[in-house]
């Protein structure tokens, strides 16, 4: 065993090597690659396995540690999987203007607190909230975080200590641990429960009324839907009740859509402005869902109430940064010219992208693709369903086109595994035994590198 362990040559002399071979990365990362391999290999030789060539194998494996410390962990995905605002890949993808307007915000310092007109402390809503208003008819606006820091807040500005109404049939949990009971906990509001999982009526919230109620919510089922024998009292009612016994409605949206989707075929997911319009005191909403842009919280509504929010003192720590502020300004200066806000906004454009045009992106990808694989794999273009994701419109399944490759030898799974580990990388679904591009997720260039990416997973055997 001594006898192996003497082959490990000093970290001098494979520092030296690796200098020779043109490692070219700070010298402190270089040492430690190399002491961590070192030790790797004299594991091995101590459990007696062979290393024919210990030199080698150290300085190899430290290239390795060394490449994956110094390569991007945050790396470019192309979705092809038809879910355009696909959580794990980053929900909202932004606009040109929008990303000029982040990158503008990063470069330069600005007046992100500093009223240029009075050379006095201004405030970073500013930004915002006068475009905020105007989209939305709202009296005043406020941003955060996103909008579970939203909700956070408004229930512990409006509710903590006292009661928070809220129906049976809307107690519900978005993906990543949100769940309104535990955020109404947390804020330190207490929950009352109002009618039945399926039916609530505005009796029972008037039944639920008390000396310590403080405020109604009511949240949107974004990501599921209830059918049957149903009923829950809207916005427009509740604010009715409230307004008889003195108490706000509040609304967690979700999704945070701004323009009327009906002239595009897509119905039922209602607006901000909507709400606002039947009576709610406030809004919450995301930012990067419906809306298209940068994460980030809204909360919009009666000018009171959203004052009263923005001196809560959860607001410095849930408080936005400037780049997504830059980010959410051009975004919602977008929304300003409706007709072209459509095709300005990555979500809403593949939204409402119509069938003639996915159809021929299909025939031009499954061209691309035939040539790439050969005879290693069979390429059709294919009808299917893409979804909005995020926890958005959870109903609602797009008619989409998209290529179904089938490999004739390999299992598709490992073909989709090589694809996932490319960079860019390619996430796809696996879908009737075929792996499943929807081209109604792709942008402009990804096609290149798809074609590029299944040459490189045909080469690979
Ligand atoms: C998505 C969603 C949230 C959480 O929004 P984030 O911006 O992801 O924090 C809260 N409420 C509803 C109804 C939602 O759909």
Redesign the pocket.
């Given at each position: 065993m001594t006898v192996a362990m003497r082959l490990i040559p000093s970290i001098d002399r494979l520092l030296a090597e690796a200098t020779r071979r043109g490692l070219s990365y700070p010298r402190e990362e270089v040492l430690a690659a190399l002491r961590e391999a070192a030790q790797a290999c004299r594991r091995l030789l101590c459990a007696e396995h062979e290393v024919e060539d210990p030199s080698e194998w150290i300085l190899n494996l430290a290239q390795s540690l060394l490449d994956l410390l110094f390569e991007p962990s945050l790396c470019r995905v192309i979705n092809a999987t038809g879910v355009i605002l696909h959580?794990n890949l980053g929900?909202a993808i932004l606009a040109p203007e929008v990303i000029n307007a982040v990158s503008k915000s990063a470069a330069a310092y600005s007046n992100l607190e500093l009223d240029l007109t009075t050379g006095e402390r201004g405030s970073r809503h500013a930004h915002v909230d006068k475009l905020l208003c105007r989209l939305t008819g709202a009296e005043a606006a406020l941003v955060v975080?996103?909008?579970?820091?939203?909700?956070l807040l408004v229930l512990d500005e409006l509710a903590r200590g006292r009661e928070v109404l809220v129906s049976r049939g809307e107690l519900?949990e978005?993906?990543?641990a949100?769940r309104?009971p535990d955020v109404v906990r947390a804020s330190g509001a207490r929950l009352v429960e109002v009618g039945t999982t399926n039916k609530t009526r505005v009796s029972d919230y008037e039944a639920a009324l008390g000396s310590s109620s403080s405020l109604l919510l009511k949240?949107?089922?974004?990501?599921f839907h209830m059918r049957g024998f149903t009923e829950e009292v809207d916005v427009a009612t509740l604010a009715r009740l409230g307004a008889r016994f003195g108490l706000p409605v509040a609304m967690?949206?979700?999704?945070g859509l701004l323009l009327d989707l009906k002239p595009y075929g897509i119905d039922g997911e209602p607006t901000v402005q909507d709400m606002v319009a039947q009576g709610a005191g406030i809004v919450?909403?995301?930012?990067?869902?419906l809306l298209g842009g940068p994460?980030?919280?809204v909360i919009v509504g009666r000018r009171e109430l959203v004052a009263r929010c923005r001196k809560n003192p959860l607001m410095r720590a849930l408080r936005i940064d400037k780049l997504t502020l830059a980010g959410l300004e051009a975004t919602l200066r977008l929304y300003l010219s409706p007709d072209t806000v459509v095709s300005r906004i990555p979500t809403l454009r593949m939204l409402t992208s119509t069938d003639v045009v996915l159809r021929n992106r299909a025939q031009e990808l499954q061209q691309r693709l035939t040539v790439a694989v050969g005879p290693a794999a069979r390429v059709v273009v294919e009808s299917g369903t893409s979804q909005m994701g995020?926890?958005?419109m959870a109903d609602c399944a797009l008619a989409t086109f998209g290529v179904a490759v089938t490999p004739f030898r390999i299992p598709i799974h490992v073909w989709e595994a090589r694809l996932r580990r490319m960079r860019p990388a390619v996430v796809c679904r696996l879908w009737r035994d075929a792996l499943w591009l929807d081209v109604r997720t792709l942008q402009a260039q990804d096609s290149v590198h798809l074609e590029e990416a299944f040459r490189k997973v045909v080469q690979s055997g």
């Amino acid at each position: 065993m001594t006898v192996a362990m003497r082959l490990i040559p000093s970290i001098d002399r494979l520092l030296a090597e690796a200098t020779r071979r043109g490692l070219s990365y700070p010298r402190e990362e270089v040492l430690a690659a190399l002491r961590e391999a070192a030790q790797a290999c004299r594991r091995l030789l101590c459990a007696e396995h062979e290393v024919e060539d210990p030199s080698e194998w150290i300085l190899n494996l430290a290239q390795s540690l060394l490449d994956l410390l110094f390569e991007p962990s945050l790396c470019r995905v192309i979705n092809a999987t038809g879910v355009i605002l696909h959580t794990n890949l980053g929900r909202a993808i932004l606009a040109p203007e929008v990303i000029n307007a982040v990158s503008k915000s990063a470069a330069a310092y600005s007046n992100l607190e500093l009223d240029l007109t009075t050379g006095e402390r201004g405030s970073r809503h500013a930004h915002v909230d006068k475009l905020l208003c105007r989209l939305t008819g709202a009296e005043a606006a406020l941003v955060v975080n996103n909008c579970a820091a939203a909700v956070l807040l408004v229930l512990d500005e409006l509710a903590r200590g006292r009661e928070v109404l809220v129906s049976r049939g809307e107690l519900i949990e978005i993906g990543g641990a949100f769940r309104l009971p535990d955020v109404v906990r947390a804020s330190g509001a207490r929950l009352v429960e109002v009618g039945t999982t399926n039916k609530t009526r505005v009796s029972d919230y008037e039944a639920a009324l008390g000396s310590s109620s403080s405020l109604l919510l009511k949240s949107h089922r974004s990501n599921f839907h209830m059918r049957g024998f149903t009923e829950e009292v809207d916005v427009a009612t509740l604010a009715r009740l409230g307004a008889r016994f003195g108490l706000p409605v509040a609304m967690d949206l979700g999704s945070g859509l701004l323009l009327d989707l009906k002239p595009y075929g897509i119905d039922g997911e209602p607006t901000v402005q909507d709400m606002v319009a039947q009576g709610a005191g406030i809004v919450c909403f995301s930012g990067d869902k419906l809306l298209g842009g940068p994460q980030a919280g809204v909360i919009v509504g009666r000018r009171e109430l959203v004052a009263r929010c923005r001196k809560n003192p959860l607001m410095r720590a849930l408080r936005i940064d400037k780049l997504t502020l830059a980010g959410l300004e051009a975004t919602l200066r977008l929304y300003l010219s409706p007709d072209t806000v459509v095709s300005r906004i990555p979500t809403l454009r593949m939204l409402t992208s119509t069938d003639v045009v996915l159809r021929n992106r299909a025939q031009e990808l499954q061209q691309r693709l035939t040539v790439a694989v050969g005879p290693a794999a069979r390429v059709v273009v294919e009808s299917g369903t893409s979804q909005m994701g995020g926890g958005t419109m959870a109903d609602c399944a797009l008619a989409t086109f998209g290529v179904a490759v089938t490999p004739f030898r390999i299992p598709i799974h490992v073909w989709e595994a090589r694809l996932r580990r490319m960079r860019p990388a390619v996430v796809c679904r696996l879908w009737r035994d075929a792996l499943w591009l929807d081209v109604r997720t792709l942008q402009a260039q990804d096609s290149v590198h798809l074609e590029e990416a299944f040459r490189k997973v045909v080469q690979s055997g």
